[in-house]
């Protein structure tokens, strides 16, 4: 906590969290791709983007947010939610993943996983609990990390504000993101390290960093 508040530049992060909330709400569609193989594509559009929520600041009575900041997050329209997501940093049960494992998503939802121990833990959790709540299977968020002094540490609270980073959140979806999977008594995350956003064609982030062609700030 001391290392991603003291050694950050948290105005030029706020102002990078801003400009990302920008682009998310005019964009249409976003694609996201992965050395290891992600290859996800999803509509923002109607959607809007609350950059406060994530941002590490309480700013309202019953504000919900996460120290450190910052993050910025969205829920992706989840009718056009398809591809594959390969996960090659860490997840909310296996911590670090070691073995990166794949995700195929069909309209926002699991249709199955692929790969090797770490990918075994993630299906059998879901076959368990899934039996009682279908919503686990079901994309509820896109995060992106925007603290350049966090890393990727198996601690999801760090992860999730690696900048450039990806979380995809499934399961329980605050209210606040506006999206259509609702309450359920579970949540869990999974992380992609380094992969590459296209927004409309663009890229906006990728290798860790963001486009400075977008109008992002060095930090």
């Keep these: 906590?001391?290392?991603?508040?003291?050694?950050?530049?948290i105005d030029?992060?706020?102002?990078?969290c801003k400009r990302v909330e920008a682009l998310w709400n005019k964009?249409?569609?976003?694609?996201?791709?992965?050395p290891q193989g992600t290859d996800l594509t999803y509509e923002l559009l109607p959607r809007k983007v609350k950059s406060e929520f994530g941002d590490g600041a309480i700013t309202y009575d019953g504000e919900i947010d996460f120290f450190p900041?910052?993050?910025?997050?969205?829920a992706p329209v989840e009718e056009t939610i398809n591809g594959v997501i390969v996960v090659d940093a860490s997840d909310t049960h296996n911590r670090l993943v070691h073995r990166p494992y794949s995700?195929?998503?069909?309209?926002?939802?699991?249709?199955?996983?692929?790969?090797?121990?770490?990918?075994?833990?993630?299906?059998?959790?879901?076959?368990?609990?899934?039996?009682?709540?279908?919503?686990?299977?079901?994309m509820?968020?896109?995060?992106?990390?925007?603290?350049?002094?966090a890393g990727i540490s198996g601690n999801?609270?760090?992860?999730?504000?690696?900048?450039?980073?990806?979380?995809?959140?499934?399961?329980?979806?605050?209210?606040?993101?506006?999206?259509?999977?609702?309450?359920?008594?579970?949540?869990?995350?999974?992380m992609l390290s380094t992969p590459t956003i296209?927004?409309?064609?663009?890229?906006m982030s990728g290798g860790g960093k963001l486009n400075p062609e977008m109008g992002f700030e060095e930090m």
């Design 27 to 34: 964009t249409k569609v976003c694609r996201v791709t992965s």
């Design 140 to 149: 509820c968020h896109a995060s992106i990390g925007m603290n350049p002094a």
């Design 198 to 203: 296209y927004l409309d064609g663009k890229e």
């Design 1 to 9: 906590c001391i290392r991603a508040v003291l050694d950050v530049d």
């Design 69 to 74: 900041g910052a993050q910025v997050n969205v």
């Design 12 to 16: 030029a992060m706020n102002r990078n």
């Design 103 to 138: 995700l195929f998503v069909e309209n926002g939802i699991i249709t199955r996983v692929e790969g090797g121990p770490e990918a075994d833990l993630i299906r059998n959790w879901l076959e368990t609990i899934g039996a009682r709540d279908e919503k686990v299977y079901r």
């Design 156 to 190: 999801l609270m760090e992860d999730e504000r690696k900048l450039a980073a990806l979380d995809f959140g499934f399961g329980f979806q605050y209210p606040e993101l506006g999206g259509t999977v609702g309450h359920s008594l579970y949540h869990w995350d999974v």
